[in-house]
Each structure stands twice: as structure tokens, then as C-alpha cells.
């Protein structure tokens, strides 16, 4: 099995930042992609940044690009969002995505629980 832990939500007032974590444990092979997700009430989940494997490329949400910058560590199987000057239509539950070869064999996506990242306006 693979496990995602996600830490760093919080209420923050707008134009503050949040830095958000998660760390990937478990059956891996190696990782893959990794993502942040977010998902607003009444919204579908969309796609807020991802990562590629060794780093060197990145893509964003055209709402966050500017503001929002991810980041991983692959030593320590982990993947980061700082988030800075936030607005009111960031709030939402954020979710780390880990696109994930496994030992066997198998590619899979797996998610976090989610953080909730509230942002007062």
C-alpha cells in the first residue's frame, strides 16, 4: 500500500502564504508525477500544480501561476506548495496526488486526505 500524509492547511487572511506538505510512504518503486488538486464546495476538483519526476518541469493553474510555486524532495518522497499573497477563491480542501510505480510493477495514482486551506478576505 502507499500513503499519502498531507500537512499545512490552515485559515489565513488574504495576501498571507500557507506552505503545504506532503510525504509518500509505502510499496514505491519510484514516483512519478506528483500534484497538488484542490476541490471548493459545489466544484469539481481541478488541477492546481504538478511536478515532474526529476523536477524540472512544472505547470500550473492559470488562477495560481505567480503566486503558488511546487516544489519536491525526492529523498524524502515528498512534495511541496508555497502559496503566497492568497485570495478568498483559494479556499478549498487541497490534495497531494502521487502518480507511483510500484514494487510490483504497477503504475498507479494515489491521493491524500486532503488539508483544508480556508482564506479570509
Known amino acids: 500500500q502507499v500513503q499519502l500524509v498531507e500537512s499545512g492547511g490552515g485559515l489565513v487572511q488574504a495576501g498571507g502564504s500557507l506552505r503545504l506538505s506532503c510525504v509518500v510512504s509505502?510499496?514505491?518503486?519510484?514516483?512519478?508525477?506528483l500534484g497538488w488538486f484542490r476541490q471548493a464546495p459545489g466544484k469539481q476538483r481541478e488541477l492546481v500544480a504538478r511536478?515532474?519526476?526529476?523536477?524540472?518541469?512544472?505547470n500550473y493553474a492559470d488562477s495560481v501561476k505567480g503566486r503558488f510555486t511546487i516544489s519536491r524532495d525526492n529523498a524524502k518522497n515528498a512534495v511541496y506548495l508555497q502559496m503566497n499573497n492568497l485570495k478568498p477563491e483559494d479556499t478549498a480542501v487541497y490534495y497531494c496526488?502521487?502518480?507511483?510505480?510500484?514494487?510490483?510493477?504497477?503504475?498507479?495514482?494515489?491521493w491524500g486526505q486532503g488539508t483544508q486551506v480556508t482564506v479570509s478576505s
Open positions: 496526488n502521487a502518480h507511483v510505480l510500484t514494487r510490483l510493477g504497477q503504475f498507479r495514482d494515489y
Open positions: 509505502g510499496s514505491i518503486f519510484s514516483l512519478n508525477f
Open positions: 511536478i515532474t519526476s526529476g523536477g524540472g518541469s512544472t
